[in-house]
């Protein structure tokens, strides 16, 4: 999962749950929504455009670990950065529940042998 920057280690597949994926989500449309209107920014964040788009990153990646090393984490300010993150919550979804289907064969796997 490196080429995706997501963090396995903080966040192991098998303990991903249908809700944290929920509050990625929610993450990313909240950036999304500031994206597309800048003055939700003060209203809404009491901040600059600037301010607001960090913050809510931060929230994304406390939220959806991800591995940067010793570079400074990227805020997310584009539609493009945006629909790749999107994209990494999709392929962990679609992996999330291909782990729940193995967990499920095995278990019956394992239920048929006794």
Do not use: W
Not at 87 to 105: C, F, K, Y
Request: glycine share 6%; proline share 4%.
């Amino acid at each position: 999962m490196n080429f995706l920057n997501y963090d396995a280690d903080k966040l192991p597949l098998g303990n991903l749950s249908e809700g944290t994926l929920r509050k990625g989500y929610i993450a990313l449309r909240n950036i999304s929504e500031l994206l597309g209107d800048p003055t939700i920014a003060q209203s809404r964040y009491s901040s600059t455009h600037g301010a607001a788009l960090s913050m809510l990153t931060s929230r994304y990646y406390t939220i959806i670990p991800h591995v940067f090393g010793r570079h400074k984490p990227p805020v997310i300010t584009t539609i493009q950065q945006l629909k790749r993150e999107a994209e990494l919550l999709e392929s962990l979804g679609e992996m999330e529940i291909a782990a729940e289907i193995m967990a499920n064969v095995l278990i019956s796997l394992c239920q048929s042998d006794i």
